[in-house]
């Protein structure tokens, strides 16, 4: 069985390229940066993953995922959103700290358990924080999403996903209530400033800067 570091890499290296889909490799700054380990020992890592068939290794340019590489990867996040899952709506752990628990036990848990765990959500299609859950046969649903930067003023939305899963910033978008399902309205762009001013039902409008609000993917609510 893979290491949980080769888990836990090929699970990188398959949300880098979904981050930046027109890429024709992860780069090993990239791939570094978000391990928090040196290049050096990020390319030792791509070698070693290059070797088992779990990446394509480019020297001095960088690694992508090969088939066998991308179903591990899609098994693994399966794993960790749907742990996310269970300790939000079963156990009440708070959205903001499910993250770090969710990292130890998806490399801990029996195919029996996770099946289970999802029969007994009701088979999510989404985590908390709103990012697709992999099927068991490793699809992936994909929806059109719209970052709130782009959105026109006036427009009526639903919060679908969040990007960032920094515990500060989940509790900023928490305490706007601007979690995933809740429904908003963007009242105004102030582009000298760069912010983005949204409403949430009857609560008080917010107003944060367009690095928050690229953070915020909605759908587009018609009618």
Not at 119 to 141: C, K, N, Y
Not at 215 to 222: A, R, T
Request: proline share 4%; net charge negative.
């Amino acid at each position: 069985m893979p290491s949980s570091t080769v888990e836990n890499y090929l699970k990188r290296i398959y949300l880098e390229e979904q981050a930046d889909p027109g890429a024709a490799v992860v780069s090993m700054k990239n791939l570094a940066g978000a391990m928090g380990v040196t290049p050096g020992t990020a390319t030792s890592m791509a070698k070693s993953l290059a070797d088992s068939r779990f990446v394509a290794y480019e020297p001095y340019g960088g690694v992508k995922l090969t088939a066998r590489g991308r179903t591990l990867a899609l098994r693994i996040l399966r794993r960790h959103r749907l742990i996310e899952c269970f300790l939000v709506e079963a156990l009440g752990l708070d959205w903001s700290e499910v993250h770090d628990e969710a990292e130890s036990l998806e490399h801990a848990i029996s195919d029996k358990l996770l099946d289970r765990i999802d029969e007994f959500l009701g088979f999510p299609s989404v985590d908390p924080h709103g990012d697709p859950i992999p099927t068991a046969a490793g699809e992936v649903r994909q929806t059109l999403l719209t970052a709130l930067t782009d959105v026109e003023e006036g427009a009526d939305v639903r919060i679908a996903r969040i990007l960032d899963q920094d515990e500060k910033f989940l509790r900023f978008v928490d305490r706007h209530r601007l979690r995933p399902g809740t429904r908003g309205r963007v009242l105004a762009h102030d582009h000298a400033a760069e912010a983005v001013t949204i409403q949430s039902g009857k609560l008080p409008a917010v107003t944060m800067g367009r690095t928050a609000a690229a953070k915020i993917m909605v759908e587009i609510v018609k009618g």
